[in-house]
T-cell receptor, first 114, second 115 residues
Framework: DAKTTQPTSMDCAEGRAANLPCNHS???????VYWYRQIHSQGPQYIIH???NNETNEMASLIITEDRKSSTLILPHATLRDTAVYYC???????????????FGKGTLLTVNP | ETGVTQTPRHLVMGMTNKKSLKCEQH?????MYWYKQSAKKPLELMFV???????ENNSVPSRFSPECPNSSHLFLHLHTLQPEDSALYLC??????????????FGPGTRLTVL
């Protein structure tokens, strides 16, 4: 599995954009970047995933650099309920093989302040 | 509400007790998972079931015994646990266990305390 590196913690003001970085310099060509988050005392929640193009859904945007060695998750208008640990995970996308598992690291604790 | 429920939400047990954690998914998925999350540590995958068959046991001690009677239900039977087994136990489900085309949906977890 490609390993990821994330900052331990970040702060963001309510209503502002939260930009969460992730380094994955050893990512393979068939590995996607996934983001999950875990609000305190709850189970993790899927946010978004992507390969090389930028992706956007109702929750967030994912920006992946051209060399795919890093990415940024963007929460465009952070709210207090977005306070959570955010996990960046690289994972093979598809069927078969062995790297279908989600391997969670320590993630980034994002604190949204009023 | 993710479609994955877990009971009980909190459990306190002694080291000689036997208890069971229950997970139920209402998503029509075929794969179910048990994870353990200890304080200050990342989530650890414990067991994987696909179509009721165990496909992974991540070197989990035998005092944890999983059971999957059907694709919608998953149990974790606990006996003679140690205080260091205190953790948040999370259940998840996905369409299958051999594809990452679909994400995993997690339940709220059971907070277990072993005295």
């Amino acid at each position: 599995d490609a390993k990821t590196t994330q900052p331990t913690s970040m702060d963001c003001a309510e209503g502002r954009a939260a930009n969460l970085p992730c380094n994955h310099s050893t990512i393979s060509g068939n590995e996607y970047v996934y983001w999950y988050r875990q609000i305190h005392s709850q189970g993790p929640q899927y946010i978004i995933h992507g390969l090389k193009n930028n992706e956007t859904n109702e929750m967030a945007s994912l920006i992946i650099t051209e060399d795919r060695k890093s990415s940024t998750l963007i929460l465009p208008h952070a709210t207090l309920r977005d306070t959570a640990v955010y996990y960046c995970i690289v994972r093979v996308y598809g069927s078969g093989g062995s790297n279908y598992k989600l391997t969670f690291g320590k993630g980034t604790l994002l604190t949204v302040n009023p | 509400e993710t479609g994955v429920t877990q009971t009980p939400r909190h459990l306190v047990m002694g080291m000689t007790n036997k208890k069971s954690l229950k997970c139920e998914q209402h998503l029509g998925h075929n794969a179910m998972y048990w994870y353990k999350q200890s304080a200050k540590k990342p989530l650890e995958l414990m067991f994987v079931y696909n179509f009721k068959e165990q496909t992974e046991n991540n070197s989990v001690p035998s005092r944890f015994s999983p059971e999957c009677p059907n694709s919608s239900h998953l149990f974790l039977h606990l006996h003679t646990l140690q205080p260091e087994d205190s953790a948040l136990y999370l259940c998840a489900s996905s369409q299958d266990d051999r594809s990452s085309y679909n994400e995993q949906f997690f339940g709220p977890g059971t907070r277990l305390t072993v005295l």
